[in-house]
C-alpha cells in the first residue's frame, strides 16, 4: 500500500478544490446527485439494519459503504467541496474566485439535494407499494427521527439551534477526515480503511449531515412526519449546512494547508539550545 506524505496528499487536496472550480455545470449536477441518491440510499439501509436488529452499532457499521462507493465514483457531496474547493482560492490557483467558489457549492447543493429527494421517493413509493399502503416499522421509524430532529431541537429555542451547528460542525469533521485520508494511499482497500471510521463515528454519535438530512426528512415527511418544510429548513438543514461548511473548512482544510503547505519558517535554536543537543 502507497502511503503518501501530509505534504503530498494536502497538495492534492488543492488540486482537487481547482478542479471542481472548473468542472462543467453538467458534470457536477450529475456527479452531485448521484452522489445525493447513493448517500440517501446508505442511509436508509443502515436505518433499516438498525431497526431489523435493534443494534443501531451495526447500522452505524454499514452505513460507510454509502460514503466508499460515491468517493470511488468521483462524485461530489456538499460536505467534500465545503472543505475542499476553499483551499484552490486560498492557493490563489488561477482563474479561482470568490464567486466560482459559491457557484460550486451552489450547483453541488442543487444536485445532492435533487439526488437525495429522488431517492426518498422511490425508497416511500416501494415501502407503501405506490402510496397504497402504511409503510411499517421503517416508515415509522423514519418519521420519528425527522421530528425528534426538527421539533425536538425547536423545544430548546437558541440552544437547539446551536446543537445542530455543532452537531454539524463534528460530523464534517468526520467526513472530511475520512475524505482526506483515503488521499494517503493509491490503493482502493487502504482509501476504503480510511473512510471507515470516521463516517462511521459520525452516524453512530448522531451528528448532523446536510445531504442525509436531505433525504431523511423528505423521506420521513413522506412517511407522516408530523413537521413542515418551514421546519426543517429553520431547525436542521440550515444549521447543519453551516456547521458543515465550518467544521469541514476550520476543522480540517484550513489546519492541514497551514501547516503542510503554507508552513512557517523552522524556528532556530539559540547557540546555547544546540550546544546542549
Known sequence: MAYLEPSEFVTKMVDAGESKVYMSTKDTLIRAFMAGAILGLAAVFAITVATKTGSLLVGSILFPVGFIMLYLMKFDLLTGVFTLVPLALLD?????????????????????FAGALTTATMMAFILTYGFNTDGGAIAAKVATIGESRTLGYQT?????????FIRGMLCNWMVSM?????????????????????????????FEHSIVNMFLFPFSMIMGGEFTVMDYLVWNEIPTVLG??????????????????RTSPERKLGSAAANVI
Open 92 to 112: 490563489k490557483r488561477s482563474g479561482v474566485t470568490t464567486s466560482q467558489v459559491l457557484r460550486n457549492w451552489g450547483l453541488v447543493f442543487v444536485g445532492n
Open 244 to 261: 458543515n461548511l465550518f467544521g469541514g473548512l476550520f476543522l480540517v482544510g484550513l489546519p492541514l494547508y497551514f501547516t503542510h503547505v
Open 156 to 164: 430548546h429555542g437558541l440552544g437547539g439551534w446551536f446543537t445542530i
Open 178 to 206: 475520512g475524505v482526506v485520508g483515503a488521499m494517503i494511499s493509491t490503493s482502493a482497500g487502504s482509501k476504503m480503511a480510511a473512510m471507515w471510521m470516521p463516517v462511521m463515528l459520525f452516524f453512530f454519535m448522531g
